[in-house]
């Protein structure tokens, strides 16, 4: 598979669509599958901190999640076919399952909310087969909440412990299971049980949903700080290369 190298991470060459299929397809097959939808401040993360860089080496696909990382991309001259994001990759993987009686974990989010967003989504998908799920606050070292999880049997993990606890704790424990789909979802578990709003559409059109978030939780403007470091790092690596 096709990848495209930016400060150190391998974006995978794939689009929305081909993404859905391909995971519907380990799902059928039995197979594990590990997949990041990756942001400009992942990848300033991932670039401080080695043991994070090495969990996201891990996963089987990363993906474009976000304006940054598609136009870093067209600056090196190898482009990605468009942004995939983690709720988009949630919304169709829930409505394929809801079809197909897929078995869905969600692990994430405080309890309230957790609890909302399975009345939510069980709201919208009825036929849906949510096993299991669990509270993003739980002891790290605790081998119970894996174990939980292998009792279930499920098909997808909608993973939304943000960054870079998801990419970290499906790095560390994905050994343990013979299959299932494991996605990080970030705050997706947030805007289902109704803690969070998305950008509306005309937003995400212009890619403006960073902006959106930061206006609506202004708190965020210290991680938003990410986004000029890496446009310079960007920018400086392009020079490096010319």
Not at 106 to 113: E, I, K
Request: glycine share 6%; net charge positive.
């Amino acid at each position: 598979m096709k990848h495209v190298k930016i400060m150190g991470i391998p974006f995978t060459h794939i689009d929305h669509r081909t993404l859905v299929q391909k995971l519907e397809t380990h799902i059928e097959q039995k197979e594990k599958s590990f997949v990041i939808t990756a942001n400009p401040e992942i990848v300033m993360r991932a670039n401080e901190d080695h043991n994070y860089m090495r969990a996201i080496h891990k996963a089987d696909y990363i993906t474009a999640d976000g304006i940054g990382i598609i136009k870093a991309a067209e600056l090196f001259n190898h482009p990605l076919p468009g942004r995939v994001t983690g709720y988009d990759v949630m919304m169709d993987l829930l409505q394929i399952s809801s079809q197909k009686k897929y078995r869905i974990y969600l692990l994430g989010a405080h309890r309230d909310t957790l609890e909302a967003a399975k009345r939510n989504i069980k709201l919208q998908y009825p036929h849906l087969d949510i096993v299991g799920a669990h509270e993003g606050y739980f002891d790290w070292d605790s081998n119970s909440i894996s174990e939980e999880i292998l009792q279930t049997r499920p098909d997808i993990i909608f993973v939304a412990l943000g960054a870079p606890k998801q990419e970290k704790w499906i790095a560390e424990n994905i050994h343990k299971f013979n299959h299932g789909i494991f996605l990080c979802v970030g705050g997706s578990l947030d805007v289902w049980g109704g803690k969070a709003e998305r950008a509306p559409i005309s937003w995400q059109n212009r890619n403006l949903e960073w902006l959106y978030r930061l206006l609506k939780q202004p708190r965020r403007w210290r991680r938003m700080l990410a986004l000029p470091r890496f446009a310079y790092c960007v920018l400086r690596q392009k020079v490096k290369k010319t």
